[in-house]
């Protein structure tokens, strides 16, 4: 069996060649994975798993404002968490979270990911909630509610008061909001 590397990065530090392998690895991972995701995972610090030269896991997290309790919450958004799927349950995904919910702990009022249905229960054994409450989203037009990602949000409090049955409301960008 070929050792394993954890690489932590910024997107700054990372070459166009570890970029296009992230992109890659993401595309071949999601079915429905599109450009705009992947620059939505850009910006922030990056986990990956190297198997040798070949990357087989990346996540990452990204500064996003969400808005609860009438508060702008500074959030650490976790995007693109991905293992290749013959290197699945053998621990990667959560040796790439441990350094990315530590940044989340050191550096924002939250921790907040969309999860797909066979993801909750991993996140929720990490110590990720999920939030029972509606979603919106910040649109050019106002407040939109998001209701197909009702049940799908999930948050790791850090030091904001969370009300997981209140309303939670990103900010826009393109692609998918949430």
């Not at 620059?39 to 990056?46: F, I, R, S, T």
């Not at 989340?104 to 909750?120: F, T």
């Amino acid at each position: 069996m070929t050792e394993t590397e954890l690489q932590i990065a910024h997107t700054a530090d990372l070459d166009a060649a570890v970029l296009s392998a992230g992109r890659a690895l993401l595309y071949d991972v999601f079915d429905d994975m599109t450009d705009q995701d992947w620059d939505n995972a850009l910006g922030g610090v990056h986990a990956l798993v190297w198997e040798g030269s070949e990357l087989i896991g990346h996540a990452s997290v990204i500064q996003r404002r969400l808005v609860h309790g009438g508060r702008s919450l500074r959030a650490g958004y976790v995007e693109g968490v991905g293992v290749r799927a013959d290197r699945r349950g053998r621990g990667h995904g959560a040796a790439m979270m441990r350094p990315l919910e530590q940044v989340i702990r050191r550096a924002y009022d939250l921790g907040a990911l969309g999860a797909a249905d066979e993801a909750g229960d991993f996140y929720a054994a990490r110590g990720w909630q999920l939030w029972q409450g509606p979603t919106s989203a910040l649109s050019p037009t106002g407040t939109v509610r998001t209701p197909d990602e009702d049940g799908c949000i999930y948050v790791l409090p850090v030091t904001a008061p969370l009300d997981l049955t209140g309303e939670l409301t990103c900010g826009w960008r393109d692609g998918d909001a949430w």
